[in-house]
């Protein structure tokens, strides 16, 4: 299922198109509260979100979503300001494409999103009983699973100037939650590879079950921070670029036909900031995420 927050008619019938085309049954809606409504009666795998619309706009709905659904949130938007790229992101979108778009990117994105498996939410909150479905389209009788985990991809290939091969990729360790598997490095670092998971001055982390810990307390990441957080920690103190982690994100593993924007990099450095202030970490004496000016961020060193 997928709902489309969107005012303009063409563009609206646009995307009914394109994501009937990839599978999905579809609600159609013109404004931010029917979308609110369609979001909570249907609750769809993926939602795309226009920002400029009359009355409610695209960010404070998706701030409202992100109260009670994981939905994955596309933003489509004419907006091109870094500032408004930002502002989506930290509304709770996943990702942000500006119109005009390409119908195969969309649909490349979305599958990109889809392969990242969602994390569960603790304590939702209660939601009370669904208002009357909005008028919608006949669904077209294709269903849409949701695909297991996908392996983490292999470290993508540095597009910037001022990435180098030496030092600035490192392939993520696949961990085989077998103990004597842990690689040398790993425990020269004071780092415990074991059972699945990764430990790092404090931080517990395991990837399959997807939790993450700091001193023994619960950490509450989205998707992303999990996916970047793991991405550093188990690439140890090899460097991961920002184009690199933006590839990952969307489930590229080197760069083919897919362009890595400033906008791109741009996430990946508001969800890394995000990521070191639910950790506490600090800039100038980073116990996690170390920051490697021009280039993007690798695990600081293991506490003595």
């Known amino acids: 299922m ?44 993926v939602t795309t979100l226009d920002v400029s619309m009359p009355g409610m706009d ?44 390409r119908p195969r990117e969309l649909r490349a994105r979305i599958d990109a999103m889809l392969r990242r ?32 985990p996908a392996p983490a991809p292999a470290p993508a290939v540095a597009i910037t100037e001022q990435s180098t091969r030496t030092g600035a990729h490192a392939a993520p360790g696949v961990l085989d939650a077998v103990p004597d598997a842990a690689p040398p490095a790993a425990r020269e670092a004071s780092e415990d590879w074991g059972e699945g998971w990764i430990e790092h001055n404090g931080l517990s982390l395991n990837r399959e079950m997807r939790l993450a810990s700091l001193d023994g307390k619960d950490l509450e990441l989205t998707r992303t921070e999990f996916d970047l957080l793991v991405a550093v920690v188990e690439s140890r103190r090899r460097v991961r670029t920002k184009a690199d982690l933006a590839l990952l994100l969307r489930g590229e593993s080197y760069v083919t036909a897919y362009y890595v924007t400033e906008a791109d ?37 293991a506490d003595e």
């Open 265 to 301: 990099k741009r996430a990946v450095e508001v969800h890394m900031g995000n990521l070191r202030k639910k950790l506490g970490d600090s800039l100038t004496a980073p116990r996690w995420l170390e920051t490697v000016r021009g280039v993007g961020y690798r695990l600081a060193a």
């Open 58 to 101: 695209g960010f404070e709905v998706a701030k409202r979503l992100r109260t009670f659904s994981q939905t994955y949130i596309v933003m489509l938007t004419a907006r091109d300001e870094e500032i408004d790229t930002l502002q989506g992101l930290e509304a709770g979108a996943d990702d942000y494409l500006t119109k005009p778009f």
């Open 117 to 148: 498996p969602r994390m569960a939410v603790a304590d939702a909150p209660v939601v009370a009983a669904p208002p009357e479905p909005v008028a919608a389209p006949a669904p077209v009788a294709v269903a849409v699973v949701e695909a297991p």
């Open 2 to 45: 997928a709902v489309i927050i969107e005012d303009d008619a063409d563009i609206r019938h646009l995307l009914e198109s394109v994501l009937t085309q990839a599978g999905f049954d579809v609600i159609a809606t013109s404004n931010g509260h029917d979308g609110i409504q369609a979001v909570r009666a249907y609750e769809p795998i």
